[in-house]
């Protein structure tokens, strides 16, 4: 199913959640609704699930106008947060509930659980209850819940959040796995970029209920629109440093003995004279020759196989991200070389 929001806008008395947003979602792919807190995503969600009806604009389900379709008859399954079990009912009541609603014959519904508890590796979970199965099993039981009536969209409200580090990785790679499977269009709402990242075939990326850029996750990472997608994505996150442009050559004030001549920037924006030069982390290279910047190591945060330094030149502290193949100690002078920066406008200071 595709689906089409176009000039949505959503006010609750003042505040406006959503602002003008228009997107397309192509059938059997997987995005991502990503942004801080309060930036509109939820609402966006509901809206599309039918919870919620725009101010203004429309969203279209294969081309048909969703205003006045209630949410029971869009065909969506929903994931949320809390999981929103029945607490009295088992595993498999719980999961056969939707079918139950809706009179599905029993051969059909058996069927079904056996399908659906199969992919979700519940089985043998069936028979308890909500109360005895650990946050991710619950979880699982809601993914089910909601998959079970075979709907045509699936939305997910910050599944995973409940859940530790590594059963969310589990999850999340779990999820991602069952969409392509079952090729079901699918949004998945989250603030975490990393989560958003690795699972989404695009991602949209919200601010204030303002759309700010919605591509692929490497193409955002890699050619973000302006400093606060930029920003957002990436951990560590990107290098900022304020500078001038000036007939095309960048100057950074409080920067001694480099001139970035050779630098080619990625321009992101209209760039006036007043500019913010931005560096990822893992673009600080150290190297022994050629045209470099040098700074101080300042602290050193190792992780496995990499390591995080934070460098210092004059007022400027910058985070680099290396392979650790080198010892480095807290006060070496390293000759550093960017690899790839970026240009924005700089919006009023950083
Ligand atoms: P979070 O990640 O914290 O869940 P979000 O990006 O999902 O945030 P929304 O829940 O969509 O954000 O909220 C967007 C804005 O709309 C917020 O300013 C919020 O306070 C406001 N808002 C949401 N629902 C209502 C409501 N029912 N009445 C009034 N304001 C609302």
């Known amino acids: 199913m595709k689906i089409r929001l176009e000039n949505i806008t959503k006010t609750f008395k003042t505040t406006t959640a959503v602002s003008n947003l228009s997107f397309t979602i192509e059938d059997g792919e997987m995005i991502c609704l990503l942004g801080p807190s309060g930036c509109g995503k939820s609402t966006t969600l509901s809206m599309v699930a039918g919870l919620e009806q725009p101010t203004e604009g429309e969203i279209y389900f294969d081309d048909v106008p969703m205003s006045g379709v209630q949410a029971e008859n869009r065909d969506i399954g929903m994931v949320f ?12 009541d719980n999961i056969l509930f939707p079918l139950k609603m809706h009179h599905v014959p029993k051969a059909q519904r058996r069927e079904r659980l056996e399908k659906i508890s199969n992919m979700l590796q519940i089985q043998e979970l069936l028979h ?28 997910l409200d910050e599944p995973f959040s409940n859940l530790d580090a590594r059963l969310r990785i589990e ?9 392509q499977k079952l090729k079901i269009t699918t949004i998945f709402v989250t603030h975490d970029q990393e989560e958003a990242m690795s699972i989404s075939d695009r991602i949209l990326l919200m601010k204030n209920g303002v ?23 990436g951990n560590p996150p990107i290098n900022k440093l304020p500078c001038t442009l000036r007939d095309g050559v960048i100057t950074l004030p409080g920067i001694n003995g480099w001139k970035p001549d050779a630098l080619e920037p990625v321009f992101c924006g209209e760039v006036q004279e007043q500019a913010v030069l931005g560096v990822r982390p893992e673009d600080i290279l150290v190297v022994t020759e050629g045209e470099h910047l ?4 300042a602290a050193i945060q190792t992780l496995g196989k990499e390591v ?15 392979s650790w193949d080198h010892d480095y100690s807290i006060g070496d002078t390293l000759k550093l070389k960017l690899r790839k920066c970026y240009l924005f406008p700089s919006e009023g200071g950083l």
């Not at 700010?212 to 994505?233: C, D, I, K």
């Open 171 to 179: 999850l999340r790679d779990d999820i991602r796995a069952l969409q």
């Open 308 to 322: 995080y330094l934070r460098l210092h030149h004059g007022e400027h502290t910058l985070t680099a991200c290396l």
């Open 81 to 92: 947060q809390n999981y929103a079990l029945y607490p009295h009912m088992s595993v498999q």
């Open 294 to 297: 040098t700074a101080q190591v």
């Open 128 to 155: 308890r209850k909500p109360g005895q199965l650990s946050g991710g099993q619950q979880q699982r039981v809601a993914i089910a819940r909601a998959l079970i009536k075979e709907p045509k969209i699936l939305l």
């Open 211 to 233: 759309l700010q850029q919605y591509s692929t996750p490497q193409e955002m990472y890699r050619t973000p629109v302006n400093l606060f997608v930029a920003s957002f994505l």
